[in-house]
């Protein structure tokens, strides 16, 4: 990890890599940059990636970002673009199709289930009649 001054604001930040903007000017730039594609679109439904890049000046790289944060959709279903990482279905934002997502749902559930025992249902025996019932000692 590399310590650099952020390009926008001057503040101090550790670097992984060629980043060049700390965290909160890296998410406003992001938020931006969603808004210049989200205007954009509203306007041109059905534009390339490219050409939304070209208009609105934000980079490919953030387009596809968006796309995989669910944030802005391809109309197509067989678009090309993006594809599910885990059975390479294509589709249109996100990381994984919706089949995997309810797959790997189930397979967690699943997971959660064997590492914590089921909850017992309370108890019946303890009727309010056989002196289930509690209440506090006076203090003295």
Excluded: W
């Excluded at 890296?26 to 534009?47: C, M, Q, W």
């Excluded at 064997?114 to 309370?122: D, G, S, V």
Aim: glycine share 8%; charged share 40%.
């Amino acid at each position: 990890m590399e310590l650099k001054n952020c390009e926008k604001c001057g503040r101090a930040f550790g670097s992984l890599g060629s980043e060049t903007l700390c965290t909160k000017c890296s998410v406003d730039n992001i938020e931006t940059d969603f808004k210049k594609v989200r205007d954009y679109l509203y306007d041109h439904p059905g534009a390339s990636v490219r050409e939304v890049s070209e208009e609105t000046e934000v980079a490919e790289r953030i387009i596809l970002k968006l796309l995989k944060d669910e944030r802005i959709e391809i109309i197509d279903d067989s678009n090309g673009l993006l594809s599910c990482e885990r059975c390479g279905v294509s589709i249109k934002s996100g990381r994984v199709c919706d089949d995997c997502k309810n797959e790997l749902a189930k397979d967690l559930l699943g997971a959660a289930k064997t590492l914590r025992p089921e909850e017992k249902a309370p108890d019946k025996s303890l009727d309010k009649k056989k002196g289930g019932s509690f209440h506090i000692k006076q203090r003295h």
